[in-house]
């Protein structure tokens, strides 16, 4: 049962006069506060004093702070207000919600990282994608930053703190060290920080301890690594090991090692499917942003590709591919030049081959849309839209499912009914479950 109140006045007559039968909460908007001041909010001060009934502020921002001596609640709902959030804020104030699990008492389920909030900031989109999926696939509510500048703004803006950042540490412009300087230095942010990197020497380690990350893990992604690294220093349990998976189909695939890759992707063979259809779409890509970079002069740009290529195609299983890769970006900071860039298109032709063959026969072709109709680079632009918009809880998100929908057409589009439903009820995180749940499914 609801009744309502025009200003702060009107609530406190309401809660006097119901005294035989008390309400339970009171939902009061915070700038009605902040406009009364201490004085005009006093009688609200006592009618709520001892949490009865328990006291809600609704906000349009989490970055507003109220004012010094306002009776601000611990609980706190953001505007656009969904149904989700806010049953479960009205049933956790009043005591009838379910206690938070002890710490580490999801880890022993599939989903360790339920409840957790995690930033990723990488620049490379299939990268992106990778740690998106499978972290939510383990729980978690999961943003991306697309490089450093995004990340610090994002920490700074989020309207709920996160629970940790995944940083990756090659990106261009500002690396993950100097994103996390700033993080620490210059913003005071104390969240746990853990780097994301392909280089795994001690040196390695040690520069991102000093930079002030907490800790470190290695790519390609292995997922129960990455979630015993965020359950350690989120300060919850580590994971159970998993259930043994069935081995994969066999394939004549000599170069690609499939049963450690899909281990390393907790088995998800549609995500593999989609990553490998995604790189054999335009493989030479890499191979001539570094070879760009070798003509104007910056070996540092052309061995952050290479290191890009052999993340990529370590994360596919492609050992050979990333052998060479490795290989060439070494080389090609000791002073090599655009030579050793010529082997690669026999390489990447070959690996390019063996991937669809394998995402074919894992994960049925009729999972993705038409491929004359759907650009894998317009279509992860417009889910990154999607996420902010859901992130920041915007109602324009509404309006661009509708546009996500039309513009992936049939069959892709009835993938997307569990993001529209959620959507439409305003519940922002379910939205965002499912919009990192089907980017998998929807990629070419």
Request: glycine share 8%; hydrophobic share 45%; aromatic share 2%.
């Amino acid at each position: 049962e609801a009744d309502t109140a025009a200003d702060l006045g009107e609530a406190v007559a309401r809660i006097e006069a119901a005294a035989e039968r008390p309400y339970d909460a009171v939902l009061v908007d915070g700038r009605l506060m902040v406009a009364a001041g201490d004085g005009g909010i006093d009688p609200l001060r006592a009618e709520t004093r001892q949490g009865r009934p328990a006291l809600i502020m609704t906000s349009g921002s989490g970055r507003e702070p109220p004012r010094a001596g306002l009776p601000l609640s611990e609980y706190l709902l953001m505007k656009p207000i969904g149904p989700a959030d806010l049953r479960d804020t009205v049933l956790r104030a009043v005591g009838q919600l379910p206690p938070e699990p002890e710490p580490g008492a999801a880890a022993a389920c599939h989903r360790p990282l339920e409840g957790l909030r995690l930033l990723v900031v990488e620049d490379n989109p299939l990268n992106r994608q990778v740690a998106r999926e499978l972290l939510t696939h383990a729980g978690a509510e999961v943003q991306v930053a697309n490089d450093g500048p995004q990340g610090i703004e994002a920490v700074a803006s989020a309207w709920q703190p996160f629970d940790a950042v995944l940083m990756d540490i090659q990106m261009a412009d500002m690396d993950g060290y100097e994103a996390t300087r700033i993080l620490r230095r210059e913003m005071g942010a104390t969240l746990p920080i853990i780097a994301m990197t392909a280089n795994a020497l001690k040196s390695d380690r040690d520069a991102c301890l000093a930079a002030g990350m907490n800790d470190h893990v290695g790519k390609p992604i292995d997922m129960r690594q990455l979630a015993n690294a965020i359950l350690r220093q989120c300060g919850r349990a580590l994971a159970a090991a998993p259930p043994p998976a069935s081995p994969p189909p066999p394939v004549a695939a000599p170069a690609i090692d499939l049963a450690a890759a899909l281990a390393r992707l907790d088995n998800n063979r549609s995500l593999y499917a989609a990553l490998a259809r995604q790189f054999a779409a335009d493989p030479g890509d890499i191979l001539q942003r570094a070879g760009e970079c070798l003509k104007q002069g910056d070996r540092a740009g052309a061995a952050r590709e290479l290191h890009t290529l052999n993340g990529l195609a370590a994360t596919l299983g492609a050992r050979d591919l990333a052998r060479m890769a490795t290989d060439a970006e070494a080389r090609i900071r000791d002073g090599g030049d655009e030579t050793l860039l010529r082997p690669f298109d026999a390489a990447l032709a070959e690996t390019a081959a063996t991937l669809r063959q394998i995402a074919d026969e894992i994960d049925p072709a009729s999972l993705r849309p038409p491929e004359s109709t759907v650009d894998a680079g317009q279509l992860l632009e417009r889910m990154g839209e999607l996420e902010q918009l859901l992130a920041e809880r915007d109602l324009r998100a509404l309006d661009r499912v509708a546009e996500l929908k039309q513009y992936v057409g049939t069959p892709a589009s009835d993938q997307l009914a569990v993001l529209e439903a959620a959507v439409d009820r305003l519940d922002f995180r379910a939205g965002l479950a499912a919009l990192a749940g089907r980017m998998a499914l929807l990629a070419p």
